[in-house]
């Protein structure tokens, strides 16, 4: 079977580190083609590295990552989200340095160059803020006809994490994040309704052998979030399984501006769709894919 040529756009963040995790261990589904990143988790030069070193760990350093923008397209990132993402962005876990050198493209000049040498087929994930792919398709306005999809972590159709409303990939660029579902290319919105259904708990790893540099990793950046979902992986996990979510088509638009509404995304089924937005998740089915990775993450 022939693979899907694939980018992930990523703020690596804790739950990035899954979504990274997932496509390095099922590596005969993907050919990820790059990483370029963003900042919003910490800053794009900590996001820049956090990924490098990922790759790193997974024996990936062959990946290129691009760097991407030191702001979003409206305003400065706020602070680091040490809360959520410790310190360092990966949950105040150690890991080796990578030394490999940051792409020479910056993340919307890889992304079209690869779209372009994917002829179509290029799969985009993004689990970031939206800034690169709303850059991306500024400056080449012909990027959304190379695109199969774009698979986002981001949005929500019930409550938000950043505000009441708005989901925090949505809300930190509203502006990007509008370009980006009104480009025209098919988009499966994985919102924080279904993510939040899949708590990831160190049990489901627990009976699974692997060598301890990276079991030991996972289990820590699990206990760091305290067992909550790990949101950008539910989005890379309906790629490798697709009967883990349950899709409807919608127009989904972004609301913009500084009101209590910004970020919202707003799902609409009567009008022409823009996009499919996921309304449920089978929870055990994505267990097993993640079970899956661990397994294969031992023969790495
Ligand atoms: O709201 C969850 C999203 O915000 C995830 O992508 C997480 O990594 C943070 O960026
Ligand atoms: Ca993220």
Do not use: Q, Y
């Given at each position: 079977m022939e693979r899907i040529p694939i980018?992930?756009?990523?703020?690596?963040?804790?739950?990035?580190?899954?979504?990274?995790?997932?496509?390095?261990?099922?590596?005969?589904?993907?050919?990820?083609?790059?990483?370029?990143?963003?900042g919003g988790n910490n800053s794009t030069d900590v996001t820049t590295q956090n990924a490098l070193d990922i790759l790193k760990l997974f024996k990936r350093a062959e990946v290129p990552v691009a760097r991407g923008a030191g702001r979003y397209l409206c305003g400065s990132f706020g602070l680091p989200v040490i809360k959520a993402h410790g310190i360092n962005g990966i949950g105040n876990v150690y890991l080796e340095h990578s030394d490999t050198k940051i792409d020479r493209l910056k993340a919307w000049d890889k992304i079209h160059r690869e779209a372009i040498k994917s002829n179509g087929k290029l799969v985009l994930v993004c689990v970031g803020p939206e800034t690169n792919l709303a850059m991306a398709f500024s400056k080449y306005p012909q990027l959304p006809s190379f695109i199969r999809r774009i698979v986002i972590m981001g949005g929500t159709l019930t409550t938000g994490n950043a505000t009441e409303y708005a989901e925090a990939n949505i809300w930190h660029d509203a502006e990007a994040a509008k370009i980006v579902f009104e480009s025209g290319v098919p988009i499966d919105m994985i919102g924080l309704n279904v993510t939040r259904k899949a708590p990831l708990?160190?049990?489901?790893?627990?009976?699974?052998?692997?060598?301890?540099?990276?079991?030991?990793?996972?289990?820590?950046?699990?206990?760091?979030?305290?067992?909550?979902?790990?949101?950008?992986?539910?989005?890379?996990?309906t790629l490798i399984n697709e009967n883990i979510m349950t899709f409807k088509d919608a127009h989904t638009s972004v609301i913009e501006g500084k009101d209590e509404k910004r970020g919202m995304t707003v799902a609409d089924y009567d009008q022409i769709p823009n996009s499919r937005v996921a309304v449920d998740i089978n929870v055990e089915e994505y267990y097993k894919v993640m079970r899956e990775m661990l397994r294969r993450l031992a023969e790495i």
């Open positions: 980018i992930i756009d990523t703020d690596p963040g804790v739950d990035d580190f899954f979504c990274l995790a997932l496509c390095c261990a099922f590596k005969d589904l993907f050919d990820l083609r790059a990483v370029t990143t963003i708990t160190k049990t489901i790893f627990e009976d699974i052998e692997c060598d301890p540099k990276i079991k030991d990793v996972i289990m820590e950046l699990i206990s760091f979030r305290h067992e909550e979902a790990m949101h950008d992986a539910v989005a890379m996990a």
